[in-house]
């Protein structure tokens, strides 16, 4: 387990509870293993549970590199209720009678959100427009128009639809809304619906099964070089990593984004590859790590 206080990084895999933000689960993440630098790769809801990972210290320079970019959920449609921020805990703003929906309807459904398509951004979201974060405008009374993004979604798993509320599994790509996704189930079903119990299990290469519902855990806690898993990694001599710490290419056969590790196995540096050359593009260490 990385030492309070560490000058490097670590990346922490927290099960969060529900009822608080992301930003609050991840900074009570950090404090608890004493790092004042920390950030977390995708937002969940405060009433969302699941998979955050957390970035802390000098980790939270990969986060682009670890934030995956599809992410696993599964989320209980509530069909023939509509509210204010598309899930359970909004203000209700309708309800119709939807008993006449079978579980074969939405399966059928669920053909037409397979694949790429258009989804409007929900009004309660971090999403600015014109400068104001889509929830601030939404609490102040205003309809912001808000922008329609491209997503992906697929690997739908389902379960029995009882009394209106069905329990769903997806994988979606980076920036889906699941309640957006429940909306407008909702509406090719011909009726309004919301998401409930959102729950993400999986965020790129990593599982809620490696997490921990706890602050400091030593089996949630990856060391930097164990979260850039699924990049190519190349062990370097001593005299390679000096050249590292000033961003030196060295020659490696690989193409693409790779890690350079000391003979530690700790990470260096992640840099780009062109078959022939790595030239680091983030450096983690000085010499006076080495």
């Known amino acids: 387990m990385l030492q309070p206080g560490s000058a490097s990084g670590g990346v922490y895999l927290l099960d969060k509870a529900e009822g608080i933000t992301s930003r609050k689960a991840a900074g009570a993440v950090a404090k608890a293993n004493g790092f004042r630098k920390y950030g977390h790769c995708g937002t969940l809801d405060p009433d969302a549970t699941g998979l955050l990972v957390v970035i802390l210290g000098k980790a939270t320079r990969l986060a682009s590199y670890i934030s995956g970019s599809t992410k696993r959920y599964s989320f209980d449609l509530v069909t023939g209720v509509s509210t204010d921020t598309l ?41 600015r427009v014109g ?10 009374g205003e309809t912001p ?14 379960g029995e639809l009882e009394d209106g509320r069905i329990t769903l599994e997806v994988t979606v790509s980076q920036g889906t809304y699941v309640r957006a996704l429940a909306r407008d189930i909702g509406k090719a079903l011909g009726t309004f619906a919301v998401a409930d119990r959102i729950r993400r299990t999986v965020a790129g290469l990593f599982s809620v099964t490696e997490a921990s519902k706890d602050n400091c855990s030593e089996q949630a806690m990856l060391s930097m070089a164990e979260a850039m898993r699924g990049y190519p990694g190349k062990l370097v001599a001593d005299s390679v990593a000096e050249g590292i710490v000033h961003g030196n290419p060295f020659p490696w056969e690989v193409v ?6 000391n003979r530690r196995g700790e990470l260096l540096a992640v ?3 062109d078959g022939s050359v790595f030239q680091p593009k983030v450096v983690l260490v000085d010499e006076a790590m080495l």
């Open 87 to 127: 899930d359970m805990s909004g203000r209700v703003l309708e309800e119709v009678d939807s008993s006449h929906l079978s579980t074969l309807d939405v399966v059928n459904v669920l053909a037409d959100f397979t694949g790429t398509f258009p989804q409007k951004v929900p009004v309660f979201s971090a999403v």
């Open 131 to 140: 400068g104001n974060r889509g929830y601030k405008l939404a609490r102040q």
């Open 145 to 158: 128009d808000m922008p329609v993004r491209e997503v992906t979604a697929g690997s739908w798993e389902h």
């Open 256 to 261: 693409g984004t790779a890690t350079a590790l």
């Open 271 to 273: 840099g780009v590859g």
